[in-house]
């Protein structure tokens, strides 16, 4: 039983088209996040969701825009895509308290042809 | 912001070795520090975490250790083997009235672990 699934797991596209990854949690989380993990590994925040509201806003391009239907699902949608967009990206959440872990699923990789 | 800092980028023991991966971080205020480790095209999954009112926690073989005067923490990995073979990041948080902000992870340091 998957606790954080998304989908699809790969995504190969080329520059230009408008795509959308789907984020879903079962774990009654409050806050969910996209992270993006680039060729390096580097792991950077996008964005974070809690109950239905964007909370933190990283400097991400505004082709980037996470949806959120309900609290268990945080949808990232990207349009006009670029080369450089091509990376692996991570959903996860977290209860949102006082010092929680984070818990990732099992990532998008994204190939932009 | 937050600033987090991982050295070494790559390390290579052999097994039963000890392995140590340090951070450091920028923002005084930060209270959380947990490691992630992740393995060849797998999610991070957490392997241990600390918070800013200890100095030190084990789990088995792994340990971490955190010194908030110098705001450095490490990660101690002791008899080392080939399943420990991932690549390990810190990260760092710290608390807004109750909700927890943004976990700014190092940049990640690849174990190797030689049979």
């Known amino acids: 039983d998957t606790a954080v699934s998304q989908t699809p797991k790969y995504l190969v596209t080329q520059m230009g088209n408008d795509k959308s990854i789907k984020c879903e949690q079962n774990?009654?989380?409050?806050?969910m996040y996209w992270y993006k993990q680039d060729s390096k590994k580097f792991l950077k925040i996008m964005f974070s969701?809690?109950?239905?509201?964007?909370?933190i806003n990283e400097t991400v391009p505004n082709r980037f825009s996470p949806k959120s239907p309900d609290k268990a699902h945080l949808n990232l949608h990207i349009n006009s895509l670029e080369l450089g967009d091509s990376a692996v990206y991570f959903c996860a959440s977290s209860p949102g308290s006082y010092n929680s872990p984070l818990h990732f699923g099992n990532g998008t990789r994204l190939t932009v042809t | 912001g937050e600033n987090v800092e991982q050295h070494p980028s790559t390390l290579s023991v052999q097994e039963g070795d000890s392995a140590v991966i340090k951070c450091t971080y920028s923002d005084s205020a930060s209270n959380y520090f947990p490691w992630y480790k992740q393995e060849l095209g797998k999610r991070p999954q957490l392997i241990i975490d600390i918070r800013s009112n200890v100095g030190e926690k084990k789990d088995q073989r792994i340990a971490v250790t955190l010194n908030k005067t110098a705001k450095h923490f490490s990660l101690h990995i002791t008899e080392t083997q080939p399943e420990d073979s991932a690549v390990y990041f810190c990260a760092a948080s710290r608390d807004y009235g109750g909700s927890q902000g943004n976990l700014i992870f190092g940049k990640g340091t690849k174990l190797s672990v030689k049979p």
């Open positions: 774990l009654g989380h409050d806050t």
């Open positions: 969701y809690n109950n239905k509201e964007l909370i």
